[in-house]
């Protein structure tokens, strides 16, 4: 046997072994590994040792034995490596793993993608058109949005502690329902989720229309605009954890149901322990600053509408910060070994969760086949 015929005769177990250690360097909610294919794994590490040890008997070429050294690497590191789990400080999986995690799921960017593109569009259909609104949602739910508004803002303090607990228990039921409708399959979660943005969409295009009493309108996004950021992304982020999770449940991509479910749950926590803070966050803004009037606050330059914006604008900036300054910092440092197009392919194979092409490790292409 010639050495060009040994090295086709083996390339398909190189092959193969590069494939699976790939595999087993994800993370292990990503992986698609079977018990066969474990101990295949094992069975082909021993075999391509072999070859290694043999390569100056083989007489392969240079370029052959410097493939086989960095493969035998690679799948030592990955039958081997040390767990960094238990390392990684909660501070650090808060601020850091979490948002990475959640932007890096696909459902994420869909419930987003469809909560802001139906509330904007319900948005400006009922601002344009008085008619829109009133037969999405009835007249008699105008005239008591309408009636709520009017009336000017409370200034009790004690009354406000019992609302938060209330407001608490009112936009989670909202989340809830996304979270829970989600699962039976992800569509009715997102029938859920978009009928709760065309309706807040009508809303809010209603109360900036013209047909609207200013003294209501104006009332109505003081009170709306401080709270409104973190309520709304946590309704968001519910209805991508549900989604989440009922794609497991319908997608099980060859495993068992209930495996591919528990898999699903692992990717949907994040969302969900996000989603109860802000809440949690929202109902205390909701509570405590948005039917505030700080009377204490006249005669001087400052107003309670200019307190609620520069606190929406606070809000704002610190969900940016948190996703994409502190998410994406944690993606970068995670892939910053590789170089920038390597992470980016990396981010996005990692997004869509879906089987690509890789670049062997002897820098030709290998097509992977999904399973």
């Known amino acids: 046997m010639t050495i060009a015929e ?186 859920i989720l978009l009928s709760n943005a065309v309706q807040l969409g009508a809303v809010y295009g209603y109360m900036a229309g013209p047909e609207a009493p200013l003294d209501a309108s104006r009332r109505f996004f003081e009170f709306t605009l401080a709270h409104g950021p973190f309520e709304l992304t946590a309704i968001t982020l519910s209805a991508a954890a549900g989604m989440r999770m009922g794609l497991g449940l319908v997608m099980t991509r060859g495993y068992t149901r209930i495996e591919s479910l528990r898999r699903a749950t692992i990717k949907a926590s994040p969302m969900i322990f996000v989603a109860f803070i802000f809440f949690c966050v929202a109902a205390s803004i909701e509570a405590f600053v948005s039917p505030n009037p700080m009377t204490w606050l006249e005669g001087s330059f400052l107003s309670s509408l200019l307190i609620k914006k520069t606190v929406f604008w606070l809000s704002t900036v610190a969900l940016l910060v948190y996703f994409f300054g502190l998410g994406g910092l944690a993606i970068l440092r995670r892939y910053r070994s590789v170089t920038f197009g390597e992470a980016f392919r990396s981010f996005w194979s990692a997004a869509l969760d879906f089987r690509s092409d890789r670049v062997a490790i002897d820098g030709t292409e290998s097509s992977k086949s999904s399973s």
């Open 6 to 191: 040994l090295i086709a005769s083996r390339e398909p177990d190189w092959r193969e072994l590069e494939e699976l250690a790939r595999e087993l360097h994800k993370p292990l909610f990503r992986r698609r590994t079977s018990p066969e294919q474990i101990a295949r794994f094992s069975s082909l590490y021993r075999s391509v040792c072999s070859d290694l040890a043999l390569a100056d008997s083989y007489q392969l070429p240079p370029a052959t034995s410097a493939r086989l050294n960095e493969l035998v690497a690679v799948a030592h590191n990955a039958l081997y490596r040390q767990r960094g789990g238990r390392n990684i400080l909660f501070k650090d999986i808060v601020f850091f793993e979490t948002p990475r995690w959640i932007l890096t799921d696909v459902t994420f960017w869909i419930a987003l993608f469809l909560f802001w593109g139906c509330f904007l569009v319900s948005l400006y259909l009922a601002k344009t058109d008085v008619k829109f609104a009133e037969d999405l949602l009835g007249p008699g739910t105008i005239a008591s949005v309408v009636r709520m508004y009017e009336r000017e803002f409370d200034d009790d303090f004690i009354e406000r502690v019992p609302m938060a607990a209330y407001y608490i228990s009112h936009n989670g039921g909202i989340g809830l329902k996304c979270f829970a409708f989600g699962i039976l399959g992800a569509f009715p979660g997102v029938f």
